[in-house]
């Protein structure tokens, strides 16, 4: 195992109510994007959490893997529906990679057209 992924998911708990504690309003906002975001449920917990993940991973947060990891076991996603999200993050970041990777090619080409 990587991580304690348990005792990490802990210690950002604990580091959040310290946060909290000094300026409630970051946590207050925080937890007003996360509502917002559920509103309408039309896509049911589950799947939200399933694109947490995918999120998380493309963002490469831990903190973001544990906790949604964690919530998405708890919305009922099987290993293999957590998979299959990653499979999407995995396939556009590759996707993004080979996009941007054009714009090295334009950066190149516009730095030694003069030359």
Same mark, same amino acid.
């Given at each position: ?31 007003? @994007?996360?509502e917002?975001?559920?509103? %309408?449920?039309?896509?049911? !917990? ?22 949604? %990891? ?7 996603? %099987? ?9 999407? !993050?995995?396939?556009?970041?590759a996707?993004?990679? @080979? ?15 003069? @030359?």
């Amino acid at each position: 195992m990587m991580l304690d992924w348990n005792e990490y998911q802990k210690q950002i708990a604990a580091g959040n109510v310290q946060i909290g504690r000094i300026n409630h309003e970051i946590i207050k906002g925080y937890r007003g @994007l996360s509502e917002a975001g559920n509103a %309408t449920n039309l896509l049911g !917990a589950k799947v939200r959490e399933l694109i947490a993940l995918a999120v998380a991973v493309t963002r490469e947060c831990d903190g973001c893997i544990t906790v949604h %990891t964690d919530a998405a076991i708890k919305q009922g996603a %099987t290993k293999e529906e957590i998979v299959e999200a990653l499979s999407v !993050a995995i396939a556009v970041n590759a996707g993004a990679a @080979l996009v941007f990777s054009t714009r090295v090619l334009d950066a190149f080409d516009a730095k030694t057209s003069s @030359l």
